[in-house]
């Protein structure tokens, strides 16, 4: 006899025999009824009902496997708990997990098929582990079991159970799998169990990551005047007559060993040079050759060919609208630093891939990252680790995002032309360190390139946020390895 709901209630038994009634009997039924529920594993459970609020849909609950601090350890460890209503103490429950099909669209990116069976953990595999798939009720009609999740976002897990291992024309555990057990390419989300399926399955259980952003930045904008390569201004000595053009008033102002960082042509194409005793101007252009470097300067006047031995001051445009000289056509204030790190848009992205992206904790917020002018390709991993605090691990992710001023020379955006050139435009970093490039050291966010491009582009932001930059794209760190999420099931975007 089977129930269509739990409880108890009184039938009538008659024996029949050739259509005569042989004899009659009253007799009680109790149908029992199962329910599965996920909960902590520890001295005192508390039932998993944190809501799956992925954005393509609330479905089942979710739960965060990964240490809540450095060092701390996986909290990978759940209980499943079958309830029996009305209790029945000794009853045998028979248990079996399953991986069903993501919820998400098929075209996401964290599940691009349309089957189950694909949970993966850090070697690839999953190692998701009921504790038992037999146990026995106690005395309060209740038996509880351990239950290992996986550890990658995105990960499901359900739990079935049954009082009947075997049932004619009724599905059976050994019946259900993967991709029958909804949500499935087969049953539609919404529908929770398997029709005919005698005991219950649990919530879909939906694993979740956490990302810690630790944020720092450089300190003050260094603008020291000097004749050394410090600052983002350079100091010294017109080295020769300057040539005047009377046609367009533009004259050519010679001097000596720019700054390595100055040192590109063009690198002053929108800057200023203050020259004691002949005034304030706009650099149009910077010429390299193979001995004095010459500054082009536009609204020269006659008299500028007698600046030879004139002390000059050389800022570079990335001065910006500093008083009391305005550069030509500046319509973004100039960059100061230090500056904490935007990290709103990354909890938005992330949470597409099952990653909770928390606010980042102010209290590790450091500006005392070296001020440098122009970060070389060799020298960012180290200035991208440094004030770093927390080193990411298998359970515990972990990035560093540093505001920086700018990359390397060939890709700040000085000059204008750079934007075309082959190698782009550089507006931030995330380096490698280690063996084969398998930690990651962080990123660093180049503001000044931003903020040279938004002011070229008219006052448009045409990079987005994060600084305005959408190409800054910050590692997962997974396993002690530190290596990035990078399989088919998983988010390829989220590098």
Not at 47 to 55: F, G, K, L, W
Not at 175 to 199: C, H
Not at 243 to 265: G, K, V, Y
Not at 295 to 306: L, R
Request: charged share 20%; hydrophobic share 35%; glycine share 8%.
């Amino acid at each position: 006899m089977e129930g269509v709901a739990s409880g108890s209630t009184t039938v009538a038994l008659r024996l029949l025999g050739d259509d005569v009634g042989l004899c009659r009997d009253t007799v009680r039924v109790t149908v029992i009824g199962l329910e599965v529920q996920w909960e902590t594993f520890d001295a005192n459970p508390v039932v998993i009902a944190t809501a799956n609020n992925h954005p393509s849909a609330i479905l089942g609950v979710k739960y965060f496997p990964g240490s809540t601090a450095p060092g701390g350890g996986w909290n990978d460890l759940l209980g499943v708990r079958i309830t029996t209503t009305p209790p029945v103490e000794d009853i045998p429950i028979y248990l079996k997990a399953f991986d069903p099909d993501d919820p998400s669209a098929n075209n996401d990116v964290v599940d691009n098929n349309l089957t189950g069976g694909d949970n993966r953990d850090d070697n690839h595999l999953d190692t998701a582990e009921l504790g038992v798939t037999q146990i026995t009720t106690g005395g309060t009609g209740q038996a509880l079991t351990s239950f290992r999740v996986a550890h990658q976002p995105g990960d499901n897990h359900r739990v079935a159970a049954t009082i009947k291992p075997t049932t004619q024309g009724a599905p059976t555990l050994d019946m259900l799998n993967d991709n029958n057990v909804p949500p499935s390419n087969t049953n539609p989300p919404t529908q929770d169990q398997v029709e005919l399926f005698i005991g219950d399955i649990s919530d879909l259980l939906t694993v979740w990551r956490k990302l810690h952003v630790e944020v720092d930045s450089m300190g003050a904008v260094d603008w020291t005047a000097t004749a050394t390569d410090t600052g983002n201004a350079q100091a010294g000595t017109v080295q020769a007559a300057p040539t005047f053009n009377a046609q367009n008033s533009h004259a050519f102002i010679d001097i000596a060993n720019l700054h390595d960082d100055f040192h590109e042509d063009d690198q002053h194409q929108v800057g200023r040079i203050d020259i004691t005793g002949f005034g304030s101007f706009t650099t149009v252009a910077t010429q390299i050759s193979f001995g004095d470097d010459v500054i082009e300067i536009i609204n020269a006047p006659p008299t500028i060919v007698n600046a030879n031995g004139a002390s000059y001051t050389l800022w570079d445009d990335d001065a910006g609208s500093v008083p009391p000289f305005v550069m030509v056509a500046f319509d973004a204030p100039p960059v100061t630093l230090p500056k904490v790190p935007d990290t709103t848009l990354m909890a938005q992205v992330y949470k597409t891939a099952y990653v909770d992206v928390p606010p980042p904790n102010m209290q590790f917020f450091q500006g005392t990252t070296v001020f440098d002018r122009n970060v070389a390709d060799g020298e960012s991993a180290n200035k991208a680790k440094e004030n770093l605090d927390f080193t990411s691990a298998a359970d515990y992710w972990a990035v560093h995002i540093t505001s920086a001023f700018q990359g390397w020379v060939d890709k700040d955006n000085d000059p204008d032309s750079e934007q075309a050139a082959p190698q782009g435009l550089q507006y931030g970093v995330t380096k490698p360190t280690g063996l084969l490039g398998g930690r990651r050291a962080g990123s660093l966010v180049y503001l000044e390139t931003i903020r040279d491009d938004k002011r070229k582009s008219g006052g448009h932001d045409r990079t987005g946020t994060l600084h305005g930059n959408p190409r800054v794209w910050v590692p997962i760190p997974v396993g002690a390895r530190g290596r990035a999420v990078s399989r088919s099931k998983r988010h390829e975007s989220v590098r």
